[in-house]
Nanobody
Framework: QVQVVESGGGLVQPGGSLRLSCAASGITFDLYAMSWYRQAPGNQREWVGGIGTSGSINYADPVKGRFTISRDNTKKTGYLQMNSLKPEDTAVYYC???????????WGQGTQVTVSS
């Protein structure tokens, strides 16, 4: 059974930092690309960034220079380090893992990030 579980969300002040984790089980993690998405109330889910199986990383423009994505295949875990957080970063953050060249993809349940003073 495949499970994808995000953790690390919470309430943080503007300018603060959080690190989200995405732990996967039931898959050969190093064969899967991992992406982060977020969804704010009333908005569509948007792509934040992703890391491929080769380690290549891409970010959406709103988070470039502030967010860092990484992965540890030995722990089957990916990370989203978020610095210089802004109120507009407030959203539920989701992890998605996708097997390259296939339709197999799995979502986590999401973790809430709230940036407020």
């Amino acid at each position: 059974q495949v499970q994808v579980v995000e953790s690390g969300g919470g309430l943080v002040q503007p300018g603060g930092s959080l690190r989200l984790s995405c732990a996967a089980s039931g898959i050969t993690f190093d064969l899967y690309a991992m992406s982060w998405y977020r969804q704010a109330p009333g908005n569509q889910r948007e792509w934040v960034g992703g890391i491929g199986t080769s380690g290549s990383i891409n970010y959406a423009d709103p988070v470039k220079g502030r967010f860092t994505i990484s992965r540890d295949n030995t722990k089957k875990t990916g990370y989203l380090q978020m610095n210089s957080l802004k109120p507009e970063d407030t959203a539920v953050y989701y992890c998605n893992v996708k097997l390259g060249g296939s339709g197999y993809a799995y979502w986590g349940q999401g973790t809430q990030v709230t940036v407020s003073s």
